[in-house]
């Protein structure tokens, strides 16, 4: 019976999400800072590197960058990268992962090994995981919408993760690299859901870090805050809310609503009302287009809600405006 469900699952897991995540390799590593390294690296997967102790400096596309204890570093496939150790040893965990829309290449992507990768001294592998369906039928990330829209034409060929969240990413890069060493039932399907709640956590953190920078630079809040303006405005008749709105714009709810009252002197959920009542009070001159139908028009649930919220912002009911004022 299990035997059965668990392909099902998977099958319907693909489906839903149109790809799934797939960790190619685990490796744990622990350098001296004498650790000879090769020039330099590059990957066709994604690179996930947590620094468990230590200190190392990157070099990526000519940038340097330095990793703390504690730290993640992400690089993005195909980005020429170097590494040597300020203070050792430095203990990592490093994780090569993509999306896959094929659940039997991504199982046997798991089991690959590149072949013409040399194993060095230390037992690093010289270039990394080399896997072929990825140059075909990789598909963009969560994790790349997000960090493709914060950072528009200076998009970066990595990120650096040293905030609140990343005690959370270091426990679920363990998780995945013990289970990559077991030989438990369901072991693929295990790795692809650890891998999918990594890419969730690491979206979390890149958010709660980028939301903590606006409150330095708030001139990037204002553009935010100007697009879902906008978006309301081109949306409210659809039934959006303010939480899917905060959303488009990759900020929480409870953010996006200060940042929004504080640019427009009213909320959010305020304003959507605002634009709904307006645009109900235009049809409403319309004799002939029912009252009903007019709430659903303007984005309402039900024609109870339209009642009680046109009341509050008109001090009269839909069909009192509609006498008062319709041609």
């Known amino acids: 019976m299990v035997v059965d469900i668990l392909p099902a699952f998977e099958k319907s897991l693909l489906e839903s999400s149109g790809s799934i995540p797939v960790v190619f390799e685990g490796v744990e590593h622990c350098f001296e800072t004498s650790t000879p390294f090769p020039t330099a690296s590059r990957h066709t997967s994604h690179e996930l590197l947590y620094l468990r102790r230590g200190k190392c400096e990157f070099v990526i596309n000519g940038k340097t960058v330095q990793v703390t204890k504690g730290s993640t570093l992400i690089i993005r496939p195909q980005v ?85 969240s990343r005690q959370a990413i270091g426990v679920l890069a363990e998780r995945i690299m013990r289970e990559s060493r077991s030989d438990a039932y369901a072991k693929d399907m295990m790795m692809q859901l650890l ?43 659809r039934g959006v809310t303010v939480a899917e709105t905060a959303a488009y714009v990759f900020l929480s709810q409870g953010y996006f609503t200060r940042a929004f009252r504080d640019e427009f002197g009213i909320s959010p959920m305020n304003y959507l009302m605002q634009i709904r009542i ?22 309402f649930s039900s024609p109870q809600r339209f009642n009680v919220a046109f009341r509050k912002q008109k001090g009269m009911t839909p069909m009192e405006y509609r006498h008062k004022y319709a041609e």
Request: with cysteine.
């Open 278 to 299: 307006e645009a109900a009070c235009r049809l409403l001159t319309q004799k002939e287009i029912k009252v009903s139908g007019i709430a659903t028009s303007v984005g």
């Open 195 to 237: 891998t999918m709640e990594l890419l969730i956590t690491l979206s979390r953190a890149l958010r709660e870090e980028w939301e903590e920078s606006l409150r330095v630079k708030n001139g990037k809040a204002r553009e935010l805050v100007l697009i879902a303006r906008d978006y309301l405005d081109e949306n409210y008749d």
């Open 80 to 164: 020429t990268h170097s590494v040597r150790v300020i203070e050792g040893p430095a203990d990592m965990v490093v994780l090569y992962f993509g999306f896959s829309s094929d659940i039997a290449k991504a199982q046997q992507a798991l089991l690959s090994k590149p072949k013409e990768s040399q194993p060095m001294a230390n037992g690093r592998l010289r270039g990394g995981p080399t896997v072929p369906f990825l140059q075909e039928n990789v598909s963009s990330l969560p994790l790349e919408y997000f960090l493709d829209f914060a950072q528009g034409d200076n998009a970066s060929d990595y990120l650096i993760i040293s905030g609140k």
